[in-house]
């Protein structure tokens, strides 16, 4: 597996190995590109889902049931133009504007990543679960949390986070999986 440079995602986004839709602008050279060395940013989108507080049940994780339980305990907010406050430890679920998909015979797979420079603020996006498998086609979910000790102001569109696509080695026997497809945080 190799990590795609910011040409090797131009030319598989032109070649229809990879989609990004919209597609990142301007292209890797230009002012204000989101195009980054091995990787490329993609922005938040303005809704959100905010786990209600002070709820006196479990989330039984076995139940496999994850987007249905989810719509029961969060409330979809809409970021702003002005800004959203994610307080410290709190976790919400947004996602991505951009619709991404990697075609299995494409042959591509993808992490997503928060950014290093809100990462020192102590914004986590994305945690324990950066994997977007090959045959994938969706926005994707970020799950954030503010570990910091002072509240961050979100906005729709920010360059929240940042796609770093690989190659996939072997052959690839496509499953299903409950989140491909998805257009909202939870899933659905």
Known sequence: MAVLSNLAVVQALESG??????RPSPPPGGKNTPFNTSSVDLRLAPEIFVPKQNLSLTFDLRSGAISKTLESVCDQERIPESGW????????????IERVALPIEGRLAARIEGRSSYARTGLVVHFTAPTIHAGF????????????PISLTLTPG???????????????????????????????
């Open 158 to 188: 920010m360059r929240l986070c940042q796609l770093i696509v690989e190659t996939v080695d072997g052959p690839i026997e496509n499953g299903e999986s409950q989140f491909r497809g998805q257009g909202t945080a939870i899933g659905s």
């Open 137 to 148: 086609a969706g926005t994707i979910t970020l799950e954030m949390i503010n570990l910091g």
């Open 85 to 96: 406050l994610l307080r410290p430890n709190r976790l919400i679920l947004g996602r991505t």
């Open 17 to 22: 190995r990879l989609t990004i839709d919209p």
